[in-house]
Nanobody
Framework: QVQLVESGGGSVQAGGSLRLSCTAS????????MGWYRQAPGNECESVSI???????YYSDSVSGRFTISQDNAKNAIYLQMNNLKPEDAAVYHC??????????????WGQGTQVTVSS
């Protein structure tokens, strides 16, 4: 019955920053591993960053060094700080359960998500 809500997207110039938030309506996330995913029109769903219950993190090569994932379990929230944004980062960003293979699962890029646009 948990619902996830993403927020914080927007439109920025290349080199700018955004901070995305994902909050769960219930008392806990639906999975011990949570992640951020993104999908641009015509592209496949891509794993961006993953964090587990112990705070261990994963980043895709394309965002490593620029993005930071964090969590606040007390608030049932995860965040994605995105710095030095590039036009290729433009996509709809989604949060959801993550998996041990670090790949998107069915539904990882479903839902409304939050839109990020980056202009050059």
């Amino acid at each position: 019955q948990v619902q996830l809500v993403e927020s914080g997207g927007g439109s920025v110039q290349a080199g700018g920053s955004l901070r995305l938030s994902c909050t769960a309506s219930g008392s806990t996330f639906p999975s011990s591993m949570m992640g951020w995913y993104r999908q641009a029109p015509g592209n496949e769903c891509e794993s961006v960053s993953i964090i587990d219950s112990e705070g261990r993190v994963y980043y895709s090569d394309s965002v490593s060094g620029r993005f930071t994932i964090s969590q606040d379990n007390a608030k049932n929230a995860i965040y994605l700080q995105m710095n030095n944004l590039k036009p290729e980062d433009a996509a709809v960003y989604h949060c959801g359960p993550a998996y041990v293979d670090y790949l998107p699962g069915v539904g990882s890029c479903w839902g409304q998500g939050t839109q990020v646009t980056v202009s050059s």
